[in-house]
């Protein structure tokens, strides 16, 4: 995981899969969502943002990507 260290965000819709685009900021999945949800009138999208990183390791790491309050 070297080099993924930055936050990224992605666009999910529970009815259509696994999201496949990585986001480099929150604005450009708020404009994804928007644009799949006049694509598909009626279905959720979701913006989700990666807050930890972990891989299996000795030992295992975990590296906090932002500090959210919850």
Request: proline residues 7%; hydrophobic residues 40%.
């Amino acid at each position: 995981m070297s080099g993924e260290k930055d936050n990224f965000w992605l666009v999910w819709n529970p009815q259509r899969g696994s999201p496949s685009f990585r986001h480099t900021n929150g604005d450009s999945a708020l404009a994804e969502a928007k644009r799949l949800a006049i694509q598909h009138p009626g279905e959720g999208f979701f913006t989700l943002v990666a807050v930890h990183a972990v891989q299996a390791m000795e030992p295992v790491t975990v590296t906090k990507l932002d500090d959210i309050p919850f």
